[in-house]
């Protein structure tokens, strides 16, 4: 099974409808993150949290919030989906920072089309 | 400027060829990673630098933190070698990624 999931895999919905991703990890990492890529850009960082109580807005949080439910669940929605939200979206896990701790797993990806 | 920069952005090569893959970085970093999205999607990490050289099978990676610039060398390529090359500088104190936009190779036959 995958370290780490994300649900769904693929996701069409019409503009100004509210969905949620969902991410789970089984590698008792801290550290979650959700990042958006579209063609020509590298990943971007939406929200990010380091434990449980602990949410950070990324460079692109703008029309998005995030729940961390537990250490191994991290959503993400989008409250009214517009059509530059279409993106393959991306969870990842860290464990701490320093040495080969902070390697970042990314799942499989969410691809969203806004229609 | 984008704080991490890559080049190529594509690259074609035929099997066996040597290959280079080269990033430069403008911020202050605690490591360079260097990963893998495969056609599919999937990202895997190959590489964490913080100095030198590391090797895993036919993939080299190298670090100059004076030059602020890294490389990701595949040795005789092969077209399963396909897929996008990201390199990503986790910055120093925050340890978060910022990512460079990815260099597409493909590996003909």
């Known amino acids: 099974d995958a370290d780490v999931t994300q649900t769904p895999r693929n996701r069409i919905t019409k503009t100004g409808k509210r969905i949620m991703l969902e991410c789970s990890q089984t590698k008792g990492h801290d550290r979650m993150y959700w990042y958006r890529q579209d063609p020509g850009l590298g990943l971007r960082l939406i929200y990010y949290s380091f434990d449980v109580k602990d949410i950070n807005k990324g460079e692109i949080s703008d029309g998005y919030s995030v729940s961390r439910q537990a250490q191994a669940k991290f959503s993400l929605s989008l409250e009214s989906a517009i059509p530059n939200q279409t993106a393959l979206y991306f969870c990842?896990?860290?464990?701490?920072?320093?040495?080969?701790?902070?390697?970042?797993?990314f799942g499989p990806g969410t691809r969203l089309l806004v229609l | 400027k984008n704080e991490v920069e890559q080049s190529p952005q594509n690259l074609t090569a035929q099997e066996g060829e040597f290959i280079t893959i080269n990033c430069s970085y403008s911020?202050?970093?605690?490591?360079l990673h260097w990963l893998q999205q495969h056609p599919g999607g999937g990202i895997v990490s190959l590489f964490m630098?913080?100095?030198g050289k590391k090797k895993h099978g036919r993939l080299i990676a190298t670090i100059n933190i004076q030059e602020k610039h890294s490389s990701l060398h595949i040795t005789a390529s092969h077209p399963r070698d396909s897929a996008v090359y990201i390199c990503?500088?986790?910055?120093?104190?925050?340890?978060?990624?910022?990512f460079g936009t990815g260099t597409r190779l493909k590996v003909l036959a």
């Open positions: 630098l913080s100095s």
């Open positions: 911020v202050g970093i605690s490591a």
């Open positions: 990842a896990t860290s464990e701490i920072p320093g040495g080969d701790q902070e390697t970042q797993y």
């Open positions: 990503a500088a986790s910055t120093s104190g925050t340890y978060k990624y910022i």
